[in-house]
Each structure stands twice: as structure tokens, then as C-alpha cells.
């Protein structure tokens, strides 16, 4: 069975340019995470999806964060415009509604702003 | 505000030894305490798990003890092997939100041979 499917693997841009990740979640999962992973503040929860609504994006780091789920098999994390601090791997994981806990995660995308 | 704080940020064991990874939270409300473990390049992967019920989980040589009243819980690695040099997360959720992760920081395991 696939995983969570999330594109691209690495990203490299410039200050100030538009980033989008994607992912595709695993088919039947009704909840979507977005995290985000540094050295210095771990993993952190962007935003969670249930149902393609998004539940709770308090952690989502100021608007020039977005983040949809037009339907249930894909979600994109838009940056605009993005910022050298912004360089960290952007995880998404997706989990299946009402089962405890467990999340399962893609592969990451790792994100470098120059 | 960090409610998991996770202990050591790095631990180096020799292979057969026993990796003792340590977890401590503030939220009464948790419920759910999994560990997830991530090898380099992959994301993280549910590893074992534990629910304030019980004070211990073992499955295989990987084992969860848990202290309600002191709000700690640990995972215990016997007989640790290379292949188990990876980065191990503790988490937490409350009360009917299994999956409202909070990851403690993390701890990078290297076992060597």
C-alpha cells in the first residue's frame, strides 16, 4: 500500500519566492497534519485537517503561511513569500479518524531558502 | 511552551547494552504517550505506545514504563543493536484527541557495534 506521498523531496529558492508543498495522504485517513522539523524547535505542528476542514492552524507561524485540502487525497503548504528561517523539513502525515494516535508520516520535504 | 521535555538530546550505547530514553510532561490532560522513532531521511514511525492504565508495555526489546503520579514515562531499549541508531521522539495527546501529537524534542540513539 502507498504511503503519504509528498512532493517535492527538496526544494531550493530564493528569499522572497513562493513555495508550495503537496502531499497526498493515505486513501481513507480523515485526518492531515502539517509539521515542521528543525534542530532547534524539533517538531512542531503547523496545522490539522479533519475531514478536509482545517481544525487548528494556531500553530502556523504567520500569514505567509497557508495551507488547503481542496479534497480528501491532497493538501498543499504554501509560503509566500519565504524567508531563510523558514529552511527546515515540512512533514505531512495523515491518521485515520477516531483511532488513537498513531500518525503516519511521508517522507518529508526538505525546504532551503537562500 | 514546551509540555514534553525529552532527556538525553544524544545517547551513545555499545551494542547489547540498554538504551534508556527518559520523557516528562506537565499536561494533566494527556492520556496517550507514543513513541515514534525516525531514521535518517524518512519521517517518524509509530514505534510502541501507552495509555495511563497500565504502568508498563513491552513488546519485543523495546519496553514503555510509565509513573502516572510523577508525570514521567520512559523507553527502555534491551539488548540494543546498530540498526536501532535512529532518533526517537516521545509524544502526548489528551483526552479524545489521539492524534494532537506533542513531540518532546528528541533523542539521537548510536549503537556501536
Known amino acids: 500500500d502507498a504511503g503519504v506521498i509528498q512532493s517535492p523531496r527538496h526544494e531550493v529558492t530564493e528569499m522572497g519566492q513562493e513555495v508550495t508543498l503537496r502531499c497526498k495522504p493515505i486513501?481513507?485517513?480523515?485526518?492531515l497534519f502539517w509539521y515542521r522539523q528543525t534542530m532547534m524547535r524539533g517538531l512542531e505542528l503547523l496545522i490539522y485537517f479533519n475531514n478536509n476542514v482545517p481544525i487548528d492552524d494556531s500553530g502556523m507561524p504567520e500569514d505567509r503561511f497557508s495551507a488547503k485540502m481542496p479534497n480528501a487525497s491532497f493538501s498543499t503548504l504554501k509560503i509566500q513569500p519565504s524567508e531563510p528561517r523558514d529552511s527546515a523539513v515540512y512533514f505531512c502525515?495523515?491518521?485515520?479518524?477516531?483511532?488513537?494516535?498513531?500518525?503516519?508520516f511521508g517522507e518529508g520535504s526538505r525546504l532551503t531558502v537562500l | 511552551q514546551q509540555q514534553v521535555k525529552q532527556s538525553p538530546q544524544s545517547l551513545i550505547v555499545q551494542k547489547g547494552g540498554i538504551s534508556i530514553i527518559n520523557c516528562a510532561y506537565e499536561?494533566?490532560?494527556?492520556?496517550?504517550f507514543p513513541w515514534y522513532q525516525q531514521f535518517p531521511g524518512k519521517g517518524p514511525a509509530l514505534l510502541i505506545a501507552i495509555r495511563p492504565d497500565v504502568s508498563e508495555k513491552k513488546e519485543g526489546r523495546f519496553t514503555i514504563s510509565f509513573n502516572k503520579s510523577a508525570k514521567q514515562f520512559s523507553l527502555h531499549i534491551m539488548d540494543s543493536q546498530p540498526g536501532d541508531s535512529a532518533t526517537y521522539f516521545c509524544a502526548a495527546s489528551p483526552n479524545n484527541a489521539g492524534n494532537m501529537l506533542t513531540f518532546g524534542g528528541g533523542t539521537r540513539l548510536m549503537v556501536k557495534p
Open positions: 499536561n494533566t490532560a494527556f492520556d496517550y
Open positions: 502525515a495523515s491518521s485515520p479518524q477516531a483511532v488513537s494516535g498513531e500518525l503516519f
Open positions: 486513501s481513507g485517513h480523515n485526518s
